[in-house]
């Protein structure tokens, strides 16, 4: 168990509609990421919360949008949703310590597994 | 040229050989290297990171990394068929990145 926590565990959406997936970091940790995984790739980074600002974000369209809260749970929406959405959805947490570049190694959630049809 | 790029696998080894992973990725400005193993349907899971150049070792693994080369590796000693996943090679600098996995098979 990481502590990290992440809801729905499965979800089932159509095309167009859109989703909020849940994540709760582990305690005491204050950064969190969201990675898509679809069947047989790795992990894509979606992006990066840091202390409830966006500090980091990969290639994917503005439809993918995010929040971290004060308590560092965090939420992913994807509006518009498309068929190519259908993948796992990875929340990982972190602890980056004040006025340093070095991070720590980062610890996964269960995921959500989102199928659009 | 992608990010982070690992052997394509599938990997196939017997019980008890070495097993050996290998990682290359393209930001030379990256600090951090972590090594995470995911059974089918699970999550990833940390089993190594590595922060200085050469070699570290935890238990059967061991993890070697070259940041002049840009090359990072993981060994599996005395592989067991609990051992069989997909292994991810994650690099960080600002964010993480991780390689498409390769796929471990280790036969009894």
């Known amino acids: ?117 | 040229q992608k990010e982070v790029e690992q052997n394509s696998g599938p990997l196939s080894v017997p019980e008890g050989a070495i097993a050996s992973l290998n990682c290359t990725y393209s930001d030379r400005g990256s600090q951090s290297f972590f090594w995470y193993r995911q059974y089918s349907g699970k999550s990833p899971e940390l089993i190594m990171f590595i922060y200085s150049n050469g070699d570290k070792e935890d238990g059967r693994f061991t993890a070697q990394l070259n940041k002049a080369s840009q090359y990072v590796s993981l060994l599996i000693r005395d592989s067991q068929p609990s051992d069989s996943a997909t292994y991810l090679c994650a690099v960080n600098n600002n964010d993480m990145r991780f390689g498409a996995g390769t796929r471990l098979t280790v036969k009894p």
């Open chain 1, 1 to 117: 168990e990481t502590g990290v926590t992440q809801s729905p565990t499965h979800l089932i959406k159509t095309r167009g509609q859109q989703v909020t997936l849940r994540c709760s970091s582990q305690s005491g940790h204050n950064t969190v990421s969201w990675y898509q995984q679809a069947l047989g790739q790795g992990p894509q980074f979606i992006f990066q919360y840091y202390r409830e600002e966006e500090n980091g974000r990969g290639n994917f369209p503005p439809r993918f949008s995010g929040l971290q809260f004060p308590n560092y749970s965090s939420e992913l929406n994807v509006n518009a949703l498309e068929l190519d959405d259908s993948a796992l959805y990875l929340c990982a947490s972190r602890m980056i310590p004040s006025g340093r570049a070095k991070s720590y190694e980062q610890y996964f959630g269960p995921g959500t597994r989102l199928t659009v049809t």
